[in-house]
Nanobody, 125 residues
Framework: QVQLVESGGGLVQAGGSLRLSCAASGRTFNGCSVGWFRQAPALEREFVGRTSWSGGITYYADSVKCRFTISRDNAKNTVYLQMKSLKYEDTAIYYC??????????????????WGQGTQVTVSS
């Protein structure tokens, strides 16, 4: 049974940076795709980006391209979301998710099987 734990959220000024972490326990990310989603109040949970664990092939939503970067640390079994040039509109609860398979670029909530509890990111304007 895989457990995902996000960390690194907090309050940051517009234009600033923040790095979120997603650590897995119970198993490694080997053979998995790992995605990041976010949900603002009264809005649907939306796709942010994803990576394949072994190949590191990333894909991002248009709203965060050129600002957010997903990376990973094999030794720590951790995926990171580096967020730069943060905007007020980025304020949301950010969730880490995982699914088996690395070839499919999954962008929908229902395509992921494992979810973390989420971490709050608040960008002040």
């Amino acid at each position: 049974q895989v457990q995902l734990v996000e960390s690194g959220g907090g309050l940051v000024q517009a234009g600033g940076s923040l790095r979120l972490s997603c650590a897995a326990s119970g198993r490694t990310f080997n053979g998995c795709s790992v995605g990041w989603f976010r949900q603002a109040p009264a809005l649907e949970r939306e796709f942010v980006g994803r990576t394949s664990w072994s190949g590191g092939i990333t894909y991002y939503a248009d709203s965060v391209k050129c600002r957010f970067t997903i990376s990973r640390d094999n030794a720590k079994n951790t995926v990171y979301l580096q967020m730069k040039s943060l905007k007020y509109e980025d304020t949301a609860i950010y969730y880490c998710a995982a699914r088996l398979g690395e070839s499919v670029i999954a962008t929908r909530v229902y395509e992921y099987d494992y979810w973390g509890q989420g971490t709050q990111v608040t960008v002040s304007s």
